[in-house]
């Protein structure tokens, strides 16, 4: 019987890109996973088994199954990981083992590209849901369909209700303008709610979800920039693009998806991947 890793929201959503747009006006979309097959915690983690398949063929599929995607591809250092794609049916490129970040990654292989956005999804996220991915597209398909291409970048975010959530400096919060852009990100519990001292959860708190969306041409100038102060301190890589004035559109979602970075988020994953549905 399926688990809960086989099911995928589909049915719940449509292909952002083709909504008003005309094949003239269609915006080509590569998905990129970037996996690295090093881990402190979890050694190989790309290839820890779930259910049956490796953690990165379970994500690779479960972007796969999202609509309006031209390309998905995985992009390692590993040729074991490589060969564990390809033997799925799969696309993956080998990049530099040298590269000190996903974007980097990520850039390597969009330089090789045509393609007009390029979609940025964790390799060690095997719940993730298409929708999120759908999602995070849609703002550039209205950006589009409106005759303008400003919108160079977009992210998710969900609403924070559990106060240790909140506090956690491993969850990163996003703080979010009016306009639905990101004003910041931070480890920090933020906004800070001077009326209560900051205790319970304000009404705009938001985890930030780390899914990307950007132009072609914003990552490459993106992974091209140097390290930004603020970067550095939180240790937050998408402060690079606000420091150096690139916008950041916050997508609010109502899906959440599992990272896995420990041997309890594995076993975590693992049990609801063999769950009944």
Do not use: W
Request: charged share 25%.
């Amino acid at each position: 019987m399926p688990g809960f890793c086989d099911q995928h929201a589909a049915v719940l959503f449509f292909d952002v890109r083709q909504v008003g747009l005309t094949e003239h006006q269609r915006l080509t979309t590569t998905a990129i996973i970037p996996a690295r097959y090093q881990s402190t915690r979890l050694p190989g983690k790309p290839l820890l088994d779930i259910a049956g398949l490796p953690m990165i063929v379970r994500v690779y599929d479960r972007v796969r199954a999202t609509p309006g995607l031209d390309t998905v591809l995985v992009a390692t250092d590993d040729e074991r990981v490589h060969d564990a794609i390809v033997r799925h049916g799969g696309d993956c490129r080998m990049t530099s083992p040298e590269h000190r970040s996903g974007t980097d990654r990520l850039a390597e292989v969009a330089g090789t590209l045509d393609t007009d956005l390029i979609v940025n999804v964790q390799g060690d996220e095997p719940l993730i849901e298409p929708a999120m991915i759908a999602e995070a597209l849609a703002p550039f398909a209205a950006d589009r369909a409106h005759g303008a291409d400003a919108l160079q970048m977009s992210t998710l975010v969900r609403r924070i209700d559990d106060e240790h959530e909140f506090q956690d400096p491993h969850v990163v919060k996003a703080v979010v303008g009016l306009d639905g852009f990101a004003l910041y990100f931070s480890r920090s519990p933020v906004p800070y709610h001077r009326a209560t001292a900051n205790q319970g959860v304000p009404a705009r708190a938001f985890k930030h979800i780390g899914l990307y969306v950007y132009r072609r041409e914003c990552l490459l100038r993106l992974a091209a920039l140097p390290q930004s102060p603020l970067e550095v301190a939180e240790s937050l890589e998408q402060l690079r693009a606000l420091e150096h004035g690139i916008r950041i559109k916050a997508v609010e979602t109502r899906y959440d998806s599992i990272g896995v970075d420990t041997p309890e988020d594995l076993e975590r994953v693992r049990g609801l991947c063999t769950a009944p549905a």
